[in-house]
């Protein structure tokens, strides 16, 4: 059974920093391309980040450019997806995706609140 349990998510003051994990298991995490969406209340769910199954390529939604870093470690079979500069419209779910030819997984979400 394959799963994917992200962790990491809470409460943070604009400016702030979090650090998102998403643990895979029953799955040959190495192969799969990690992608992290958010879903915003009253919003569609939307591409934030995304790493390749080498980490040799990564892509960003414009939005978060420069202030948030994706990256894995497949000796672990986690990614993860650091956050700097929180902004109060980065308030969302944040799931993690693995994807692998037509194999497609997702995470539970962890929520990420900016507030002050």
């Known amino acids: 059974q394959v799963q994917l349990v992200e962790s990491g998510g809470g409460l943070v003051q604009p400016g702030g920093s979090l650090r998102l994990s998403c643990v895979g298991s029953?799955?040959?995490?190495?192969?799969?391309?990690i992608t992290w969406h958010r879903q915003a209340p009253g919003k569609e769910r939307e591409s934030v980040a995304t790493?390749?199954?080498?980490?040799?390529?990564?892509v960003y939604a414009d939005s978060v450019k420069g202030r948030f870093t994706i990256s894995r470690d497949n000796n672990k079979n986690t990614a993860y997806l650091q956050m700097d500069d929180l902004k109060p419209d980065d308030t969302a779910v944040y799931y993690c995706?693995?994807?692998?030819?037509?194999?497609?997984?997702w995470g539970q979400g962890t929520q990420v609140t900016v507030s002050s």
């Open positions: 995706n693995a994807r692998f030819t037509w194999r497609n997984f």
């Open positions: 029953g799955l040959t995490f190495s192969t799969y391309t």
């Open positions: 790493i390749t199954k080498t980490g040799n390529e990564t």
